[in-house]
């Protein structure tokens, strides 16, 4: 009978043994596992932050610098790189200044530049010809998206009117020359207009296309 008890005990030992070792190895293993969960937590943290990182990051800004062209009265009339939010007479001192017969009453110097404006400032005779200033965004119906330029096929009398030495007559007979003859096909064939001499070709040239 003693011997059955003592087999008994040590069997139970044995169980009891083996329970504690089997529970010695699973809290090993999982105390090595622990610092990989807390690794691959921190990991999906960070990436997580840097994904909203590149999200606000990836919203598009104003442009830092703006281009805008200026032409007529002007002593270096070119295209100007300029600071977002820069006005016209910041543009109009990097063109180092206005001609002695520029019409400086008529223009406003704190217009606030876009980029691509296309500026024209009148001399004094042209603007007692014409009676505008030229301040022109490129994107607009009658502009070449690229260039800026009055496109003499689509502009209408208003629209030709903003060119400097072109009034309403003038305006007015452009359109009845490509009511009579056809689109433009060149702006050279602008001459061919009655009322437009050499002279207010030169001036023109800088400020059209025909849109091909």
Same mark, same amino acid.
């Given at each position: 009978? *003693?011997?059955?008890?003592?087999?008994? #005990?040590?069997?139970? !030992?044995?169980?009891? %043994?083996?329970?504690?070792?089997?529970?010695?190895?699973?809290?090993?293993?999982?105390? #090595?596992?622990?610092?990989?969960?807390?690794?691959?937590?921190?990991?999906?943290? $960070?990436?997580?932050?840097?994904?909203?990182?590149?999200?606000?990051?990836? #919203?598009?800004?104003?442009?830092? !610098? !703006?281009?805008?062209?200026?032409?007529? &009265?002007?002593?270096?009339?070119?295209?100007? =790189?300029?600071?977002? @939010?820069? +006005?016209?007479?910041?543009?109009? /001192?990097?063109?180092? @200044?206005?001609?002695?017969?520029?019409?400086?009453?008529?223009?406003?110097?704190?217009?606030?530049?876009?980029? *691509? $404006?296309?500026?024209?400032?009148?001399?004094?005779? /042209?603007?007692?010809?014409?009676?505008?200033?030229?301040?022109?965004?490129?994107?607009?119906?009658?502009?070449? /998206?690229?260039?800026?330029?009055?496109?003499?096929?689509?502009?209408?009398?208003?629209?030709?009117?903003?060119?400097?030495?072109? %009034?309403?007559?003038? =305006?007015? =007979?452009?359109?009845?020359? +490509?009511?009579?003859?056809?689109?433009?096909?060149?702006? /050279?064939?602008?001459?061919?207009?009655?009322? !437009?001499?050499?002279?207010?070709?030169?001036?023109? &040239?800088?400020?059209?296309?025909?849109?091909?």
């Amino acid at each position: 009978m *003693q011997k059955i008890i003592e087999q008994y #005990k040590l069997i139970i !030992i044995g169980a009891l %043994g083996s329970i504690v070792l089997l529970f010695l190895v699973w809290r090993s293993i999982a105390v #090595k596992q622990q610092p990989f969960a807390m690794l691959s937590s921190v990991e999906s943290q $960070m990436s997580s932050f840097s994904l909203v990182e590149s999200s606000d990051s990836s #919203k598009e800004k104003e442009p830092d !610098i !703006i281009y805008v062209d200026i032409k007529g &009265a002007v002593k270096q009339p070119n295209v100007y =790189a300029l600071p977002s @939010g820069s +006005r016209l007479f910041d543009l109009i /001192e990097l063109a180092g @200044g206005f001609l002695p017969e520029a019409e400086t009453s008529v223009v406003n110097q704190a217009q606030l530049l876009s980029d *691509q $404006m296309l500026i024209y400032i009148h001399t004094q005779d /042209e603007w007692a010809e014409s009676g505008q200033v030229i301040i022109m965004p490129t994107h607009n119906d009658t502009a070449n /998206e690229r260039t800026g330029l009055v496109n003499l096929n689509t502009a209408n009398v208003s629209e030709l009117q903003t060119l400097p030495g072109i %009034g309403a007559s003038k =305006a007015e =007979a452009i359109v009845a020359y +490509r009511t009579e003859n056809g689109s433009f096909q060149s702006i /050279e064939e602008l001459q061919q207009v009655k009322g !437009i001499g050499g002279k207010t070709y030169e001036q023109l &040239a800088p400020l059209i296309t025909v849109g091909h």
